[in-house]
Nanobody
Framework: RVQLVESGGGSVQTGGSLRLSCVASEYTDSTYCMGWFRQAPGKEREGVAGIDSEGRIRYADSVKGRFTISKDNAKNTLNLEMNSLKPEDTALYYC??????????????????????????WGQGTQVTVSS
């Protein structure tokens, strides 16, 4: 089972930036698609950004133009550059991955959202707090 470890969370002021990283134990078919999700207390987990091995990149509307997802296959690392942070971005951020079977043909993004249930492997989360 692929292991995912997030890092880079922290506390910043509104308008600040953070870079999150997720290191996978190894890149296999289990990391065909990868994404960042977040969850605040009392709220549903939501997809923030995702990328797959076919080059598809998707973002939640709330972060478009502010966040950038990328991956470095050589380093088994997924990154999320977060700029112009807002208090609404405060949440526990999770790195997740899914197989080609679960994420086929861009199916991990539909109805205008990244589909949480397509990602079977999850990291422990890293906290992002944005103060106003």
């Amino acid at each position: 089972r692929v292991q995912l470890v997030e890092s880079g969370g922290g506390s910043v002021q509104t308008g600040g930036s953070l870079r999150l990283s997720c290191v996978a134990s190894e890149y296999t078919d289990s990391t065909y698609c990868m994404g960042w999700f977040r969850q605040a207390p009392g709220k549903e987990r939501e997809g923030v950004a995702g990328i797959d091995s076919e080059g598809r990149i998707r973002y939640a509307d709330s972060v478009k133009g502010r966040f950038t997802i990328s991956k470095d296959n050589a380093k088994n690392t997924l990154n999320l550059e977060m700029n112009s942070l807002k208090p609404e971005d405060t949440a526990l951020y999770y790195c997740a991955a899914g197989s080609s079977r679960d994420c086929y043909s861009g199916s991990w993004y539909s109805f205008g959202a990244i589909q949480t249930d397509r990602f079977a492997y999850w990291g422990q989360g890293t906290q992002v707090t944005v103060s106003s």
